[in-house]
């Protein structure tokens, strides 16, 4: 009877896809291999052909200058309300401050000093465009209301000192011109000029040098503590706050003060602002005009040369452009530490390629390897051009990152190349590059797909900069595999051609005699890693050791991960040492408690009708505890209209639209008002004597307390968010919401946590699956996947040890830490199951000796390229060194001394042998080793 065929198990069916599809790759590659060591001068014409076509792509190169479309998510309100702030109300402002100290700021010598630099500072010009312009052209107007004495107060005694506060009464708000006729009132109010907006205690005395000069302490402390109305715009201001180290009597009064600020308000129409023009190239200058921008750089230079004259007291200063400009030289001021680390690179990867003989020193190699990185650096760029993905500011790093990715092929395939020249070295040059590249190009494309996949994975971030930095970073991996096995493979055989004719490797034209000995002895270092493993690592105590080693340090780590915290401070970016790091200490040190700045946005509405809620809205903002300086329309205007005209706006029905019209233009036109005018945009201009038209935006001002992070802002913002959303506001086009300037920042915190959990969580299901399919052996898999998943998680844990947090630098580190960690546990796991030979603890011994030096290798090349940005002071460059540190040392103890001794003990069974034929090459392969039967086709 015929024997039954045995049905395979699921086991022996994945091994048998598993081996199919391992000597699938092998044999393509070992094709390739063989073409291109046979054509290596076409090989390099077609690659050069290919790069120099892509270039084409570099004609729509952008780079991305607007912030809003580099750090904000396009999906996120922040993003929604500051376009809808943009065209509703179009006006930004830019603060240029100084900030004085002296041991009694409240002195007549000092306040003279502050009128001599403020007097400077006002006669400061620039030209643009055949026009001058000053600061008086670029400031911000408000119209002066002078309806006040000399001194400051109202000219009517029933206006008290407190007339800016919360708690007037309605007395306060009795409106006198009221007695007058419209038209003459309104001719008189026209007749008004406009003022610079400014925070300057010299108002005080009306900026009068002759007055300031013979004042006494007794009247400035008068002057300070009773005055609460700008005697030169008539507008309420609290000159207290401008003050620093205060010191009050018994009674409240300020009697001292260590500080004083002065603050030039400047005016920007962001409708008109083309970021690409003025932006910088890391994406941090805000709406700025171009004569603006050229007025803040002679403001900045002439402060600093007064500043430098001074010696009895310190000046610190910010102009708007303070932060774009420090953090863009931050950024690109530190460039030639990363040159310096090209150079030591390139010596550091001759050296380790190359024997220390007039013919092994492989100058030219090592030279391609990095032409290599930035043959794939420009394919990338182009390619990401051509599909309309901008260049952004963290992309700088790019290189860097594909040059450590680069240069450890370039040791794999060595390693690679050392085994063939050992097992066949009488064999012709294109067949020993095709065994060279069939058993390294498996490795490597394990290693570039998997990087790229969890690349890709980053790139599904909501967060713009890093989405592009992602798809940049995955396209570059891309190209340096496909380069690597071509291009490079070229120039290597073209190189051992010349190695074979003993060719000096300085001068190729200088033949050496045919007795010039070639070396083929072990390096010391292989020598002592041999010993390394033999005597310490793989024995008994030695592998207990290593396992308990790492479960601590796991254990250790995933404690100091659950401390991890997310934040990020944009004072983060500004190092140390500079004028505006200077003026951000001094400001913190002496106005604590200085919040920031928000607005609640209303659109369109029946503002009549809706005016109660809006009144309770205010009410319930006024009782938030993260509230602060609370300033709107609202309350003032029901108070105007109930103590002069006695109607209550609370009862919407008690006024027609017409009545509700007409006293809203009249109160925006009173000295009560008239500062709320910013606050309203109309369909028609706002004109005295008439109705107000249309409402289409208005807005109301207040300031969030200082917190201390991202635990009390994010649910503050979101509070703040779902209080004025939540309003039963019913009639208009239902938008409003509350909009800041740090809400940028607080918005990428709030989701960047979410984003690194979910991005690493995908990336490690992703190289899992990618292993699965290019590995094929489930178990190595999952050894490789312990790997990477102890690496990510012992770099968290040292990365709060070392003090970091979790930001958008951290996040697009960690993106490239995990491809970068696969990199050193795959290399070992494939060749391990390359080798057949032997028990586990041999078959562990010959990984670590033919892959183990190439994987120790790759990663100091990493990190020599990346060890001078220690010494960097800027936040991304120290950030990036960090993880990239606790990557390399990580991941290559996992990689070589967890992974190999778990695999010495429990590794899986190797690929099973499988003779090819039908090519002009048979090759046998028995016990992990490549036999030759060389045979000509058509010789019988």
């Given at each position: 009877m015929p024997s039954k065929k045995k049905i395979k198990s699921p086991q022996q069916v994945w091994e048998s896809v598993s081996t199919i599809f391992v000597h699938f790759v092998e044999s393509v590659f070992f094709t390739l291999g063989i073409i291109v060591a046979k054509h290596p001068w076409r090989t390099i014409t077609i690659t050069w052909i290919f790069v120099l076509l892509s270039c084409i792509g570099l004609l729509r190169f952008y780079i991305e200058k607007n912030p809003m479309n580099l750090w904000v998510p396009p999906e996120s309100d922040f993003y929604q309300d500051t376009n809808w702030y943009i065209n509703k109300f179009g006006s930004n402002f830019r603060f240029q401050k100084i900030l004085i100290t002296a041991n009694n700021i409240l002195d007549p010598d000092t306040l003279m000093t502050v009128k001599n630099i403020t007097s400077e500072i006002n006669a400061l010009q620039i030209t643009y465009e055949n026009k001058t312009y000053s600061v008086k052209d670029l400031c911000y107007k408000v119209p002066v209301v002078k309806l006040f004495t000399s001194n400051g107060k109202r000219s009517d005694?029933?206006?008290?000192?407190?007339s800016v506060q919360n708690n007037n009464t309605e007395n306060d708000y009795v409106d006198l011109t009221l007695w007058v006729d419209d038209e003459y009132y309104c001719n008189f109010l026209e007749s008004f000029s406009l003022a610079c907006l400014q925070y300057d205690i010299l108002d005080l005395w009306e900026n009068d040098p002759n007055v300031i000069k013979n004042l006494t302490k007794h009247d400035i402390i008068r002057k300070l503590n009773d005055v609460k109305i700008n005697p030169v715009t008539g507008h309420p201001v609290d000159y207290t706050t401008l003050l620093g180290g205060i010191q009050r009597d018994e009674s409240g009064d300020v009697v001292t003060a260590k500080s004083l600020l002065t603050t030039w308000y400047t005016h920007v129409n962001m409708s008109e602002v083309d970021l690409n023009e003025v932006g910088n190239l890391v994406g941090t200058e805000d709406w700025v005009s171009v004569p603006l921008a050229m007025w803040e750089s002679k403001f900045l230079s002439k402060i600093i040369h007064i500043s430098s004259m001074t010696k009895s007291y310190s000046i610190y200063f910010e102009a708007g452009r303070s932060f774009a400009d420090i953090s863009g030289e931050s950024m690109f001021c530190e460039l030639d530490k990363l040159y310096i680390g090209i150079a030591l690179m390139f010596i550091y990867v001759v050296c380790a390629i190359s024997r220390f003989n007039w013919v092994e020193i492989r100058l030219t190699l090592g030279s391609v390897g990095l032409l290599n990185v930035g043959m794939a650096y420009i394919s990338a760029v182009a390619w990401c051009s051509i599909i309309g993905i901008p260049f952004g500011p963290v992309h700088s790093s790019l290189p860097f990152l594909l040059m450590g990715l680069g240069v450890d092929d370039m040791f794999v395939m060595n390693a690679c190349w050392k085994i063939v020249t050992t097992e066949q070295s009488h064999k012709s040059l294109p067949?020993?590059?095709?065994?060279?590249?069939?058993?390294?190009?498996?490795?490597?494309i394990i290693t570039s797909f998997t990087d790229i996949v969890a690349l890709l994975i980053g790139a599904i971030t909501i967060l713009p900069s890093l989405k592009s930095f992602c798809i940049y970073a995955a396209i570059g991996v891309f190209f340096i595999f496909c380069y690597s096995v071509t291009f490079y493979v070229a120039v290597f055989t073209l190189d051992q051609r010349r190695i074979q004719t003993k060719r000096n490797g300085f001068l190729f034209c200088y033949q050496h005699n045919e007795e010039f000995p070639i070396s083929t002895d072990i390096t010391i270092f292989q020598k002592v890693l041999s010993k390394f493993y033999k005597q310490i690592v793989f024995t008994r105590p030695g592998k207990f050791i290593s396992i308990m080693f790492t479960l601590m340090v796991t254990g250790f780590s995933i404690k100091s991960l659950l401390q991890l915290e997310q934040r990020f401070d944009p004072k983060w970016f500004i190092p140390d040492g500079n004028y505006y790091k200077d003026f951000l200490n001094a400001h913190e040190s002496f106005y604590p408690t200085q919040g920031y700045p928000a607005v609640i946005f209303l659109g369109e509405m029946d503002y009549k009708r809706e005016f109660p809620q809006l009144y309770n809205v205010v009410q319930t903002f006024k009782n938030e505890s993260y509230v602060n300086d609370l300033v709107t329309w609202v309350e003032p205007f029901h108070r105007y209209v109930k103590t002069n005209y006695n109607r209550d706006l609370k009862n919407s029905s008690s006024v027609t639209n017409l009545e509700f019209n007409n006293y809203l233009s009249r109160f925006l036109n009173s000295p009560f008002g008239g500062r709320y005018q910013i606050n309203f945009r109309f369909t028609q201009p706002l004109h005295?004597?008439?109705?107000?038209?249309n409402i289409t935006a208005s807005s109301l001002m207040f300031t969030f307390l200082k917190f201390a992070g991202p635990d009390e802002y994010i649910p503050a913002m979101n509070q703040a968010k779902k209080l004025i959303k939540s309003a039963n506001i019913t009639s208009g086009d239902g938008y409003r919401?509350?909009?800041?300037?740090?809400?940028?920042?607080w918005v990428t915190d709030e989701i960047i946590a979410v984003e690194v959990e979910r991005n690493i969580e995908l990336a490690l299901l992703c190289v899992m699956m990618c292993t699965v399919i290019l590995i094929t052996n489930l178990q190595m898999c999952l050894w490789i996947f312990i790997c990477v998943l102890l690496t990510i998680v012992n770099v968290l844990g040292w990365m709060q040890v070392w003090g970091m947090t979790v930001d958008i630098v951290c996040c697009i580190g960690l993106e490239l830490a995990i491809g970068l960690c696969v990199d050193y546990s795959a290399h070992v796991g494939h060749t391990f199951l390359t080798i057949n030979e032997g028990s586990r603890n041999d078959r562990a011994y010959k990984t670590v000796m033919s892959i183990g030096t190439a994987v120790l290798l790759g990663?100091?090349?990493?990190?020599?390229?990346?060890?001078?940005?220690?010494?960097?002071?800027?936040y991304t460059f120290q950030s990036f060194f960090k993880i990239f540190l606790l990557v390399i040392i990580f991941g290559l103890f996992n990689g070589l001394i967890f992974l190999p001794v778990v695999l010495s003990l429990v590794g899986p069974?190797?690929?099973k042998a499988k003779e090819v034929k039908g090519s002009p090459f048979e090759i046998v392969e028995l016990n992990g080793k490549c036999l030759e039967v060389e045979k000509e086709m058509n010789n019988t």
């Amino acid at each position: 009877m015929p024997s039954k065929k045995k049905i395979k198990s699921p086991q022996q069916v994945w091994e048998s896809v598993s081996t199919i599809f391992v000597h699938f790759v092998e044999s393509v590659f070992f094709t390739l291999g063989i073409i291109v060591a046979k054509h290596p001068w076409r090989t390099i014409t077609i690659t050069w052909i290919f790069v120099l076509l892509s270039c084409i792509g570099l004609l729509r190169f952008y780079i991305e200058k607007n912030p809003m479309n580099l750090w904000v998510p396009p999906e996120s309100d922040f993003y929604q309300d500051t376009n809808w702030y943009i065209n509703k109300f179009g006006s930004n402002f830019r603060f240029q401050k100084i900030l004085i100290t002296a041991n009694n700021i409240l002195d007549p010598d000092t306040l003279m000093t502050v009128k001599n630099i403020t007097s400077e500072i006002n006669a400061l010009q620039i030209t643009y465009e055949n026009k001058t312009y000053s600061v008086k052209d670029l400031c911000y107007k408000v119209p002066v209301v002078k309806l006040f004495t000399s001194n400051g107060k109202r000219s009517d005694n029933n206006s008290s000192s407190n007339s800016v506060q919360n708690n007037n009464t309605e007395n306060d708000y009795v409106d006198l011109t009221l007695w007058v006729d419209d038209e003459y009132y309104c001719n008189f109010l026209e007749s008004f000029s406009l003022a610079c907006l400014q925070y300057d205690i010299l108002d005080l005395w009306e900026n009068d040098p002759n007055v300031i000069k013979n004042l006494t302490k007794h009247d400035i402390i008068r002057k300070l503590n009773d005055v609460k109305i700008n005697p030169v715009t008539g507008h309420p201001v609290d000159y207290t706050t401008l003050l620093g180290g205060i010191q009050r009597d018994e009674s409240g009064d300020v009697v001292t003060a260590k500080s004083l600020l002065t603050t030039w308000y400047t005016h920007v129409n962001m409708s008109e602002v083309d970021l690409n023009e003025v932006g910088n190239l890391v994406g941090t200058e805000d709406w700025v005009s171009v004569p603006l921008a050229m007025w803040e750089s002679k403001f900045l230079s002439k402060i600093i040369h007064i500043s430098s004259m001074t010696k009895s007291y310190s000046i610190y200063f910010e102009a708007g452009r303070s932060f774009a400009d420090i953090s863009g030289e931050s950024m690109f001021c530190e460039l030639d530490k990363l040159y310096i680390g090209i150079a030591l690179m390139f010596i550091y990867v001759v050296c380790a390629i190359s024997r220390f003989n007039w013919v092994e020193i492989r100058l030219t190699l090592g030279s391609v390897g990095l032409l290599n990185v930035g043959m794939a650096y420009i394919s990338a760029v182009a390619w990401c051009s051509i599909i309309g993905i901008p260049f952004g500011p963290v992309h700088s790093s790019l290189p860097f990152l594909l040059m450590g990715l680069g240069v450890d092929d370039m040791f794999v395939m060595n390693a690679c190349w050392k085994i063939v020249t050992t097992e066949q070295s009488h064999k012709s040059l294109p067949y020993k590059v095709g065994l060279m590249l069939k058993h390294a190009g498996v490795s490597i494309i394990i290693t570039s797909f998997t990087d790229i996949v969890a690349l890709l994975i980053g790139a599904i971030t909501i967060l713009p900069s890093l989405k592009s930095f992602c798809i940049y970073a995955a396209i570059g991996v891309f190209f340096i595999f496909c380069y690597s096995v071509t291009f490079y493979v070229a120039v290597f055989t073209l190189d051992q051609r010349r190695i074979q004719t003993k060719r000096n490797g300085f001068l190729f034209c200088y033949q050496h005699n045919e007795e010039f000995p070639i070396s083929t002895d072990i390096t010391i270092f292989q020598k002592v890693l041999s010993k390394f493993y033999k005597q310490i690592v793989f024995t008994r105590p030695g592998k207990f050791i290593s396992i308990m080693f790492t479960l601590m340090v796991t254990g250790f780590s995933i404690k100091s991960l659950l401390q991890l915290e997310q934040r990020f401070d944009p004072k983060w970016f500004i190092p140390d040492g500079n004028y505006y790091k200077d003026f951000l200490n001094a400001h913190e040190s002496f106005y604590p408690t200085q919040g920031y700045p928000a607005v609640i946005f209303l659109g369109e509405m029946d503002y009549k009708r809706e005016f109660p809620q809006l009144y309770n809205v205010v009410q319930t903002f006024k009782n938030e505890s993260y509230v602060n300086d609370l300033v709107t329309w609202v309350e003032p205007f029901h108070r105007y209209v109930k103590t002069n005209y006695n109607r209550d706006l609370k009862n919407s029905s008690s006024v027609t639209n017409l009545e509700f019209n007409n006293y809203l233009s009249r109160f925006l036109n009173s000295p009560f008002g008239g500062r709320y005018q910013i606050n309203f945009r109309f369909t028609q201009p706002l004109h005295c004597g008439s109705a107000v038209s249309n409402i289409t935006a208005s807005s109301l001002m207040f300031t969030f307390l200082k917190f201390a992070g991202p635990d009390e802002y994010i649910p503050a913002m979101n509070q703040a968010k779902k209080l004025i959303k939540s309003a039963n506001i019913t009639s208009g086009d239902g938008y409003r919401s509350v909009w800041s300037k740090v809400f940028a920042n607080w918005v990428t915190d709030e989701i960047i946590a979410v984003e690194v959990e979910r991005n690493i969580e995908l990336a490690l299901l992703c190289v899992m699956m990618c292993t699965v399919i290019l590995i094929t052996n489930l178990q190595m898999c999952l050894w490789i996947f312990i790997c990477v998943l102890l690496t990510i998680v012992n770099v968290l844990g040292w990365m709060q040890v070392w003090g970091m947090t979790v930001d958008i630098v951290c996040c697009i580190g960690l993106e490239l830490a995990i491809g970068l960690c696969v990199d050193y546990s795959a290399h070992v796991g494939h060749t391990f199951l390359t080798i057949n030979e032997g028990s586990r603890n041999d078959r562990a011994y010959k990984t670590v000796m033919s892959i183990g030096t190439a994987v120790l290798l790759g990663g100091g090349s990493t990190l020599l390229s990346l060890s001078l940005l220690s010494m960097s002071k800027a936040y991304t460059f120290q950030s990036f060194f960090k993880i990239f540190l606790l990557v390399i040392i990580f991941g290559l103890f996992n990689g070589l001394i967890f992974l190999p001794v778990v695999l010495s003990l429990v590794g899986p069974d190797g690929y099973k042998a499988k003779e090819v034929k039908g090519s002009p090459f048979e090759i046998v392969e028995l016990n992990g080793k490549c036999l030759e039967v060389e045979k000509e086709m058509n010789n019988t």
